[in-house]
């Protein structure tokens, strides 16, 4: 089951087709729908589902969703489908709404882009890595932890075991996004802030360079 806290990942859930997607931030969830439709279909904790629906209804939205599951499965849960009943628990409807919210967080979709009609694809920015350096960096503790935060370590380090001399945006985001469904990031915001927050301290200390792609044969 899952070990997020309850207020990690916004829940938009579908209750006639078991459809349910995750969310890191609230704002996020309500860039991803309309507002009408995160009001019918968002939740922010377990309380807004005991708020909002009966417990007989909360038995029915339990085993759609597992029902759903079982045809397909999203490919960025982080939980497995066997680890739940078809049939709902058999507890008391407060304990029953954290149960179901702890089987949304492990089988829902997880976003990490909006998605948004009517935008124009933006050029991804290319990053050049001096992976031996950053390597020299990790290897003296002392000196990585005085250097840089716990979480900045994380995506440091990440970044190095990856192997890629030269990441593009999309390859970063990827990086960042399998620490936080391993579980080894926990943070409320999308994985892409985390990297422009350290960024400019990366480069600033000549880890990172910023728009730099490798060189073609023509050039």
Same mark, same amino acid.
């Given at each position: 089951?899952?070990?997020?806290?309850?207020?990690?990942?916004?829940?938009?859930?579908?209750?006639?087709?078991?459809? %349910?997607?995750?969310?890191?931030?609230?704002?996020?969830?309500?860039?991803?729908?309309? =507002?009408?439709?995160?009001?019918?279909?968002?939740?922010?904790?377990?309380?807004?589902?005991? +708020?909002?629906?009966?417990?007989?209804?909360?038995?029915?939205?339990? @085993? &759609?969703?597992?029902?759903?599951?079982?045809?397909?499965?999203?490919?960025?849960?982080?939980?497995?489908?066997? *680890?739940?009943?078809? &049939? /709902?628990?058999?507890? =008391?409807?407060?304990?029953?709404?954290?149960?179901?919210?702890?089987?949304?967080? *492990?089988? =829902?979709?997880?976003?990490?882009?909006? $998605?948004?009609?009517?935008?124009? +694809? $933006?050029? @991804? &920015?290319?990053?050049?890595?001096?992976?031996?350096?950053?390597?020299?960096?990790?290897?003296?503790?002392?000196?990585?932890?005085?250097?840089?935060?716990?979480?900045?370590?994380?995506?440091?380090?990440?970044?190095?075991?990856?192997?890629?001399?030269?990441?593009?945006? *999309?390859?970063?985001?990827?990086?960042?996004?399998?620490?936080?469904?391993?579980?080894?990031?926990?943070?409320? $915001? &999308?994985?892409?802030?985390?990297? $422009?927050?350290?960024? /400019?301290?990366?480069?600033?200390? =000549?880890?990172?360079?910023?728009?730099? +792609?490798?060189? %073609?044969?023509?050039?």
């Amino acid at each position: 089951m899952s070990e997020l806290p309850t207020r990690e990942w916004i829940v938009i859930f579908y209750p006639t087709t078991g459809a %349910t997607r995750l969310c890191p931030t609230l704002d996020f969830a309500k860039n991803y729908v309309n =507002g009408v439709t995160f009001v019918k279909h968002g939740y922010k904790s377990p309380a807004d589902f005991r +708020a909002r629906h009966d417990h007989h209804a909360l038995e029915k939205m339990w @085993k &759609e969703l597992h029902k759903s599951r079982q045809w397909a499965m999203p490919k960025s849960a982080i939980g497995k489908l066997e *680890d739940y009943s078809p &049939e /709902p628990p058999d507890v =008391g409807t407060e304990e029953f709404c954290k149960l179901f919210w702890e089987f949304l967080q *492990d089988v =829902g979709d997880r976003l990490t882009t909006p $998605q948004m009609s009517g935008t124009k +694809a $933006q050029t @991804k &920015e290319k990053y050049e890595l001096k992976l031996s350096k950053m390597t020299e960096l990790m290897n003296d503790e002392e000196a990585f932890k005085e250097q840089y935060n716990n979480q900045a370590r994380i995506v440091f380090r990440a970044l190095v075991e990856h192997g890629k001399q030269f990441l593009n945006e *999309d390859e970063i985001k990827r990086i960042i996004y399998g620490l936080v469904v391993n579980r080894s990031l926990k943070t409320k $915001q &999308e994985p892409w802030v985390i990297f $422009q927050y350290y960024r /400019p301290e990366f480069i600033r200390d =000549g880890y990172v360079i910023r728009g730099r +792609a490798p060189k %073609t044969r023509e050039e």
